[in-house]
């Protein structure tokens, strides 16, 4: 699940959640499993900033985007989806 900006100064991902076997946090460790791409405003850039989320254990598609959303501080209104993630 990706946040992605266009605009004049920059086009592209400045958030993410994703799952990755193997990557390397923000402070050096080996990490496994769901993590987070943290924006970095010196490189411009969140592509090698991740954050392991342990805690993050979502059941199938629909709780991954509903618990993404309340991660990523993402507001959702069911009223006008008729309840539906679209």
Not at 27 to 41: L, P
Not at 54 to 69: A, H, N
Request: charged share 25%; net charge neutral; with cysteine.
């Amino acid at each position: 699940m990706s946040v992605i900006l266009f605009s004049r100064r920059f086009d592209g991902r400045i958030d993410c959640i994703d799952w990755d076997n193997l990557f390397v946090t923000i402070d050096g460790k080996e990490g496994h499993g769901f993590h987070r791409h943290i924006w970095d405003a010196e490189k411009i850039s969140c592509e090698k900033t991740k954050m392991a989320l342990p805690l993050f254990r979502p059941t199938g598609v629909e709780q991954f985007i509903l618990q993404g959303f309340k991660l990523m501080r993402i507001t959702y209104n069911s009223e006008t989806t008729g309840g539906y993630i679209q």
